[in-house]
C-alpha cells in the first residue's frame, strides 16, 4: 500500500508531501488544481515514460517519491531479493529522478536500478504466468492498463473461481510435457547424427580398454620399473660401493661403528651420563644394518626381476597416445571409456530409450487433459456468476444500456494456461455484437467495471492500491452514493485513492485530500493537504454548492458524513 507520496519541482508542483492511509483515501480539488498532474506523478512512479517538460519551469531536476508497505506482500519481497536489492521485508521506496538534461534515474530503496526494475515491482500489468498482483492499479481515461489485458483477465476469473491450485498444477504437468518432447526431439536428432559415429566410438572403446589400465599409479609404477631397469648397472655400481663402505671394506663404517662402542664400553666405570650417551652410536649401527640388508635385498629383487624394457617402453607408449586424446590422466581417460559407453548404449538402445520417453509424455498429457477440462468447467460456470454479479453491479450503478461478459474460448491446443482463451467484452446495446473493452468502454466506464468487478470478487488475499479516477463521471444523486459505498467495500483490506467531484463518494472515505493552486505564491503552486473533520464539512459543502457555500450545503454535508459513517 502506499503510505507517502513526495513530489517535487514537477509541472506546477514545487514541493508537495501526501500520507496516504489504509483504506478509502480521497482527492478533491477545484477544476485546474492539479489533480491531472497527481496522477501523472503517480504514474511515473509506476514507470510511466517521462518528458523535459515535465521537470518545474527554472528547475534543474523534478523528483517523484514513494514509500510503500509490503510487510503483507511477499511476492514484491521475492522480486527484490532475486533483483539482489536489500529490504527490510516491511517497505519499498521508490524514486524517480528526472533532469532538465533529459537524463533519468530510478532508486529502489536506495539501490541506483533500472526502469524495467521498477516496472517489475509495480507495474499494473499483471503477468499470465504468475499469481502476483499490482502494487498499484490505476484506472483512467489513459491508464486503465491492467483492465485491459487478456491476461489480468485471465488472472481475475481464476481468482474469482479459485482455480489457481488447479492451474499450478496443470503449469508444473505443461512444463514436465514440454521437457519431455525436448528430450524425444534431441535424441531423434542427436541419434542420426551418432549413428555416422558410432564405428569411431567403439573403435575408440576398444582402444581404452585394450590397453586394460588400472589407475593413476600405474603409471608411476611404469616409469620406476622402466628406469631401474634402464639404469640397472649403475643401481648395482652404487650398491656395491656402498656395500663396501659400510661392510665389506676392513675399515667399514659398521667395523668402526663396533670399534667405537667397545672403546666406549670403559665410560661406564668413569662417567654414567656420557656412557648412556653412547645409545646413538648404538642406533647408528643398527640403522647401518638395517640399511645395509634392504641394499642387499634390493639387488637381489633387481637381479631376479625379469622385465622387458621394450613392453614397458611400448605400454608408456601406448598410454601417452591415450593421454593426447582422452585426457592427461587414466582417470580422465577411464572417464572419458565411461562418456562413450554410455554414448554407444545411449545410440544402440535409442529405441528403448524413446519409447519410455513417448510413453511418458502420453501419461502427462492425459494428466494435462484431465487437469485442463477440469479448468474449463471451473472457468466456465465462474463466467457466468462473475458476468451476472457485474452486470447487477453496473445496474445497480445506473450503467443503462452496458452488459459485461466474461468470454471463455475453447481453444484446439492445449497451452500454458490450458484450453481457454478468457476475454472480458461487453455490449453497448441489446443487438450489439460484444467488443473487447479496449474498443468499447470509456474512461469512466472502465472504472465502473473494475469497481463492481472488485466487488464482486471480493478482497484479494494481495493487498494493494487502487487508484480510481473518472469513477464518477456521468454520475450523481443515488448512484453516486452507491458508487461511494462500494468504493468503500473494496477498500477494506486494501487501499482506494479515488479523485473525485462528488460528495456522495467523497463522504464515503477514510481519509480526505485538498489540491488547490496556491494563490499567494508568485508563480503557480500547488498545495496538498489532508483535511480536519471541520475543514472537510467545508470541503463536502463546496462540492455540493459550488463555490458559495451555504447554511444548506453545510447541514447537508453533515447529514451526508453522518449518513455514511453509519
Given at each position: 500500500m502506499l503510505q507517502d507520496l513526495q513530489v517535487k519541482n514537477f509541472a506546477i508542483i514545487d514541493s508537495v508531501q501526501i500520507s496516504f492511509k489504509d483504506g478509502f483515501n480521497v482527492i478533491s480539488g477545484e477544476t485546474g488544481a492539479g489533480k491531472s498532474i497527481l496522477l501523472k506523478s503517480l504514474s511515473l512512479l509506476m514507470g510511466g515514460k517521462s518528458t523535459q517538460d515535465m521537470i518545474r519551469s527554472g528547475a534543474e531536476q523534478a523528483t517523484i517519491e514513494g514509500q510503500f508497505d509490503i510487510s503483507k506482500r511477499a511476492d514484491i519481497q521475492e522480486k527484490l531479493s532475486s533483483l539482489g536489492i536489500e529490504s527490510d521485508e516491511k517497505t519499498l521506496i521508490v524514486k524517480r529522478i528526472f533532469q532538465s538534461s533529459g537524463k533519468g534515474k530510478v532508486f529502489i530503496n536506495s539501490s541506483l536500478s533500472t526502469l524495467n526494475d521498477l516496472v517489475e515491482l509495480i507495474s499494473p500489468l499483471v503477468e499470465i504466468t504468475s499469481d502476483s498482483a499490482p502494487l498499484i492499479?490505476?484506472?483512467?481515461?489513459?491508464?486503465?492498463?491492467?483492465?485491459?489485458?487478456?491476461?489480468?483477465?485471465?488472472?481475475?476469473?481464476?481468482?474469482y473461481s479459485m482455480c489457481i491450485p488447479t492451474r499450478n498444477e496443470y503449469q508444473q504437468l505443461y512444463s514436465q510435457h514440454k521437457e519431455t518432447q525436448q528430450k524425444i526431439e534431441t535424441i531423434k536428432a542427436d541419434v542420426e547424427a551418432k549413428k555416422m559415429q558410432l564405428d569411431f566410438l567403439l573403435y575408440q572403446r576398444d582402444e581404452i580398454k585394450n590397453l586394460s589400465l588400472k589407475?593413476?599409479?600405474?603409471?608411476?609404477?611404469?616409469?620406476t620399473s622402466y628406469n631401474r631397469i634402464k639404469h640397472a648397472v649403475k643401481i648395482n655400481e652404487v650398491i656395491s660401493t656402498l656395500s663396501d663402505i659400510l661392510v665389506d671394506?676392513?675399515?667399514?663404517?659398521?667395523?668402526?661403528?663396533?670399534?667405537?662402542?667397545?672403546?666406549?664400553?670403559?665410560?661406564?666405570?668413569?662417567?654414567?651420563?656420557?656412557?648412556?650417551?653412547?645409545?646413538?652410536?648404538k642406533q647408528a649401527l643398527a640403522l647401518s644394518d638395517e640399511f645395509s640388508y634392504q641394499l642387499q635385498n634390493y639387488k637381489k629383487d633387481i637381479d631376479s626381476e625379469d622385465l622387458d624394457t621394450a613392453k614397458i617402453e611400448e605400454r608408456l607408449s601406448d598410454l601417452r597416445k591415450?593421454?593426447?586424446?582422452?585426457?592427461?590422466?587414466?582417470?580422465?581417460?577411464?572417464?572419458?571409456?565411461?562418456?562413450?559407453?554410455?554414448?554407444?548404449?545411449?545410440?544402440?538402445?535409442?529405441?528403448?530409450?524413446?519409447?519410455?520417453?513417448?510413453?511418458?509424455?502420453i501419461k502427462i498429457q492425459k494428466q494435462m487433459q484431465a487437469h485442463a477440462l477440469k479448468l474449463?468447467?471451473?472457468?466456465?460456470?465462474?463466467?457466468?456468476?462473475?458476468?451476472?454479479?457485474?452486470?447487477?453491479?453496473?445496474?445497480?450503478?445506473?450503467m443503462k444500456g452496458l452488459t459485461f461478459e466474461v468470454s471463455v474460448e475453447r481453444l484446439e491446443e492445449l497451452n500454458i494456461n490450458g484450453l481457454d482463451d478468457i476475454e472480458f467484452l461487453c455490449r453497448v446495446g441489446k443487438n450489439t455484437e460484444p467488443r473487447s473493452l479496449a474498443k468499447t468502454a470509456s474512461g469512466g466506464e472502465l472504472s465502473r467495471i473494475l469497481l463492481s468487478l472488485k466487488n464482486v470478487i471480493g478482497s484479494s488475499d494481495l493487498s494493494r492500491?487502487?487508484?480510481?479516477?473518472?469513477?464518477?463521471?456521468?454520475?450523481?444523486?443515488?448512484?453516486?452514493e452507491k458508487v461511494g459505498r462500494k468504493l468503500r467495500q473494496i477498500s477494506v483490506g486494501q487501499q482506494v485513492i479515488c479523485i473525485t467531484h462528488l460528495p456522495q463518494v467523497a463522504c464515503h472515505a477514510d481519509a480526505h485530500y485538498f489540491i488547490e493552486k496556491d494563490p499567494s505564491a508568485k508563480t503557480v503552486k500547488m498545495n496538498v493537504n489532508e483535511l480536519s473533520n471541520k475543514e472537510r464539512v467545508n470541503e463536502i459543502a463546496r462540492l455540493i454548492s459550488g463555490e458559495k457555500i451555504t447554511k444548506t450545503s453545510l447541514a447537508h454535508a453533515k447529514g451526508l458524513l453522518n449518513e455514511a459513517n453509519q
Open positions: 492499479e490505476m484506472t483512467s481515461q489513459h491508464e486503465s492498463k491492467s483492465l485491459l489485458s487478456k491476461s489480468y483477465h485471465l488472472q481475475l476469473l481464476d481468482r589407475d593413476d599409479n600405474e603409471e608411476q609404477e611404469l616409469e671394506d676392513e675399515d667399514s663404517v659398521i667395523t668402526r661403528l663396533k670399534k667405537s662402542l667397545h672403546v666406549g664400553a670403559e665410560l661406564k666405570k668413569y662417567d654414567q651420563n656420557l656412557f648412556e650417551k653412547m645409545d646413538l652410536l591415450l593421454q593426447k586424446k582422452y585426457g592427461p590422466t587414466i582417470t580422465d581417460i577411464l572417464a572419458h571409456l565411461q562418456r562413450i559407453e554410455s554414448e554407444i548404449h545411449h545410440i544402440e538402445n535409442h529405441d528403448d530409450i524413446l519409447k519410455d520417453l513417448e510413453s511418458h509424455k474449463h468447467r471451473t472457468r466456465m460456470n465462474a463466467a457466468k456468476l462473475m458476468q451476472d454479479g457485474v452486470n447487477d453491479e453496473l445496474k445497480d450503478l445506473n492500491t487502487y487508484l480510481f479516477d473518472e469513477v464518477d463521471t456521468g454520475v450523481s444523486g443515488e448512484t453516486a
